[in-house]
């Protein structure tokens, strides 16, 4: 099993930074790409960004140049730094993970999501 933890929510005002980090533990082969979601109240959920296990990213055209993603290969985390927020920006983000895990001697590809943080910016 592979569980995926968001950190880093909160309140911020208007041109403000805020930086989220997802940590992923379990019986964990490789990470695939990695990517950052959000939902915003009466929307659908938007891809924020991504990276794969290269370091290759992407990025949604609302949040290109504002917000970097990154990760550490070697402990399995990713984290979304996120500058000058606007509050358009608020949403709960969620952290999704393509996992390849050994088990039952089988390799097996998934993807996971963490429970998701909130992200408020105030104008």
């Known amino acids: 099993q592979v569980h995926l933890v968001e950190f880093g929510g909160g309140l911020v005002q208007a041109g403000g930074s805020l930086r989220l980090s997802c940590a992923a533990s379990g019986n964990i082969l490789r990470i695939n790409t990695m990517t950052w979601y959000r939902q915003a109240p009466g929307k659908h959920d938007e891809l924020v960004a991504s990276?794969?296990?290269?370091?290759?990213?992407n990025y949604a055209g609302s949040v290109k140049g504002r917000f970097t993603i990154s990760r550490d290969n070697g402990k399995n985390t990713a984290s979304l730094q996120m500058n000058s927020l606007e509050p358009e920006d608020t949403a709960v983000y969620y952290c999704n993970a393509e996992v390849t895990t050994v088990q039952a001697m089988s390799i097996m590809t998934g993807d996971y999501w963490g429970q998701g943080t909130q992200v408020t910016v105030s104008s």
């Open positions: 990276i794969t296990s290269g370091g290759s990213t």
